[in-house]
C-alpha cells in the first residue's frame, strides 16, 4: 500500500464512523468531520462530558489519538506527574464508545499495518532479506539446590 491509497483508507474510515450514506459523502471527508462533530455534541446532550485518561501504549499511538481528539476540537491534556503516554480528555461516554474509541483503534491498526509492511521491506530490502523471529530454544536445566 502508499501513502496515496493509505490517505484515502483513513479517509474511508472517517466516513464510516460519520454514518455515511453514499458515495458522494464517503469522498467528502470535510463532510464526515462535520457529521462526527454534530454526533458529539448531540452526545454531549443526551450525556455530559466526563474526564476521561486514555493510557497508551507508545508515542505512535499517543499521536494518532491526540490527532483525532483535536480534529473532534476536544482538547487534551494531562496532569503534571502523569505518564507522557497519558491522555485525559473530557468527553461523553456514549461518543467515545460509539465513534472516538472505534474509530481510533481502526485507524491505529491500520496505520500500525502500514508501517510493519514499510519497516519489513526496508529491511529485507536495505539489511537482510531473511526478517523471521528469533529461534525458540529451551532455557538450560537449572542446578539441583543444595
Known amino acids: 500500500m502508499d501513502v496515496d491509497r493509505l490517505v484515502e483508507k483513513l479517509r474511508r474510515i472517517e466516513a ?17 468531520r462535520k457529521r462526527i462533530q454534530l454526533r458529539l455534541k448531540l452526545a454531549e446532550e443526551a450525556d455530559p462530558p466526563i474526564e476521561y485518561k486514555f ?3 507508545d508515542q505512535w499511538s499517543k499521536r494518532v489519538f491526540i490527532a483525532l481528539l483535536r480534529r473532534y476540537d476536544i482538547k487534551p491534556y494531562r496532569y503534571r506527574g502523569q505518564r507522557y503516554t ?3 480528555a473530557k468527553v461523553s461516554k456514549r461518543f467515545v464508545d ?16 502500514f508501517l510493519d509492511d514499510v519497516t519489513n ?3 529485507a530490502e536495505c539489511i537482510h532479506a531473511d526478517n523471521s523471529d528469533v ?3 529451551e532455557p538450560a536445566a ?4 543444595r
Not at 16 to 32: D, P, Q
Open 16 to 32: 464510516l464512523h460519520a454514518g455515511a450514506t453514499t458515495e458522494g459523502e464517503r469522498v467528502a471527508a470535510a463532510e464526515a
Open 55 to 57: 493510557t497508551l501504549g
Open 86 to 88: 497519558t491522555v485525559i
Open 98 to 113: 460509539e465513534t472516538l474509541w472505534p474509530e481510533y483503534v481502526q485507524i491505529s491498526d491500520t496505520l500500525r499495518t
Open 121 to 123: 521491506k526496508v529491511v
Open 135 to 137: 529461534a525458540e530454544i
Open 142 to 145: 537449572l542446578p539441583a539446590p
